[in-house]
């Protein structure tokens, strides 16, 4: 809606503003939309719709002469005002109207037929009216009307066959109490699935209107002052909440009792199973598919690596035939122009006078320089044979450059050689100044001499001087050096090694403890019977693989002697199989639950 207003410069603009919704027909759409229950607009139609006819209204003076003033609150209202057939659907005004009728004919002195009753059977009229006349009165008896049928249908086979036909009447009755008018019924089977949801959503926030004032067994009236009314009033709201939980749960077992009898909700729950099972299986088969995709293009990737390697391999061993036929062909070119080098300087007799001694190392200079030179020098010095003075000049160069070459060699290696040792030496020196003996003396020293000891290092060096089996010249900066090292972990080995002789050592003290007992036949003084057999030493283990047989008795061990053997299960399957320890045991058994647990996986 646009509305027009003056601007600056004089002339008229539109201006827009907004539209609120408004009204009655808008009330009446948002109550129905979110399920709103208009307390004004029931009370209006309780008051304005009427139901009733004259011809409707039945009298039954047999009941209404038989009731009593004193007892009025266990009558039926609706079968003394005439209306038992209407009950709860009837109005206010349908009383009213119902309550003039029966004065008009039942008065005991205004009535003049044979429908008049006396003063305590009106006196029941008037209580009825009085009850039922106000929309409170009239839900405090509707509430605990006598001819409602409380009862909830119980999940059986034939409920769940005849569903509409057991639960439809019960859905129904029930729905009177809501205090939303618009509540969703049963329905029929074909209904949709939002549809049934709707349903049971609001069914299991059921608001029942129901209350249970009318059988508040005290009068709030008939106290005598403010505290006995308290006590009244405390009473009857415990005992009315008590029973609208007891309602409650009622309506709560008939919806549960429904939901589970209910074919759609099974249907529906059918038919999600069926599309969760197809959602599943279109995954697993998607997954299928993409293995399989992964591993199609790992066996192409596979095969092309393989003929790579292949051709890789090809590739390699044709060249390495290529470079071996060409070295066949160059060792065939060297070994001609060496046998022809050879002839050319055998014939100027090795290049030495005719009466010198030097031939025999004259030939093997030759031999060494054939053994250094190029296949190109030795053509460049065949090529020369005609010219003996530059044939010779090139060789005796070539020569001295060759041993020079073989000097300088030897030189190096004996140089290399020379520090080799020197560095053996020392590390020798280094390492042997300490043995493991000594090691364990040191130890042993550092113990018996704490810090704060006068002169600790250089009396403990004195101490190793004196108890050393090997002759050494131990200092106190030597011992420090050493101490620090076995501190810092540098020697982590060697103590170790310290450690696991320290220990050989006490295994033969002891074992010479038991030859002693066994030759003395009986035990020291200084021995106990346990310390003897616990010295003894065990047989040998094997520590190779785990033969046929021994699986077998171990097997046997675990069926003979199960978990709840006790803590000396593994002790016992030990000794069943005898070449094995209680560890080794134990650790046999779990590489096999492992086994058995990764199998079961892949599978």
Known sequence: VSTQSTGKSGGLAPEVLPIQPYGK????????????????????????????????????????KSLSATEWKDQDHYRVLGIPNLRVQSSTKDVKKAYRFMVLKCHPDKSKGNTKVNEEAFTCIQKAYEQLCTIEGKRAYDSIDPFFDDDVPNVTEYNKQNFFKVYGP????????????????????????????????????????????YLDEEERDKAECK????????????????????????????????????????????????????AKQAKQEAYRQEQEAVRLRKEEEERIKKEQEELRQKEAKEKAEAEKKERQKQNKLL????????????????????DSNNIVQAMENLELLLL??????????????????????????LLDAQLKEQEDKKRENLVKAKQSQEEHKEQTQNSDKFTTPDIALLVKAVKIFPPGTVNRWNTIADYLNQHSTVTRNYDNQDVIKKVKKLQS?????????VNAQAYENFEK???????????????????????????????????????????????????????????????????????????MCMKRYKDLVEQIKAKKAKQ
């Open 509 to 583: 003290s002891q074992k010479q403890r038991i030859d002693e007992v066994q030759a003395g036949g009986g035990i020291s003084n200084r021995d106990t019977v346990n310390s003897a057999l616990k010295s003894e030493p065990e047989a040998p283990k094997n520590k190779g693989p785990w033969t046929p047989e021994e699986q077998k008795l171990l097997e046997e061990a675990l069926k003979k002697y199960p978990a709840a053997a006790g803590p000396e299960r593994w002790d016992n399957i030990a000794a069943h199989v005898a070449t094995r320890s209680k560890k």
């Open 170 to 213: 019960v859905i129904e009755r029930n729905a009177q109490w809501s205090c939303n008018k618009n509540i969703p019924r049963l329905g029929t089977e074909g209904d949709s699935i939002e549809k049934v949801n709707e349903f049971y959503n609001l069914w299991f926030d059921f608001n029942s209107w129901r209350e249970y004032s």
């Open 25 to 64: 027909s808008f009330f009446k759409y948002v109550c129905e939309r979110f399920n709103i229950t208009d307390s004004s607009k029931e009370t209006e139609s309780d008051e304005e719709v009427e139901h009733l006819q004259d011809s409707d209204i039945v009298i039954d003076l047999k009941y209404i």
């Open 489 to 497: 972990g540098e020697d982590a080995d060697l103590k170790s090694k």
């Open 335 to 354: 070994k001609v122009e060496r046998k022809k080098l050879r002839e050319n300087v055998k014939g100027q007799n090795y290049f030495c006078a005719a």
């Open 227 to 278: 505290e006995e009314r308290r006590y009244i009033d405390k009473a009857n709201k415990q005992e009315r909440a008590k029973r609208k939980k007891e309602e409650m749960t009622r309506i709560r077992e008939l919806v549960n009792n429904c939901y589970a009898c209910d074919p759609r909700i099974k249907q529906f729950n059918e038919e999600r199973k069926k599309r969760k099972q197809e």
């Open 372 to 397: 250094g030179l190029s296949l190109d020098d030795m053509k460049s010095l065949n090529g020369l044979t005609a010219d003996i003075p530059a044939l010779t000049s090139k060789y005796n160069s």
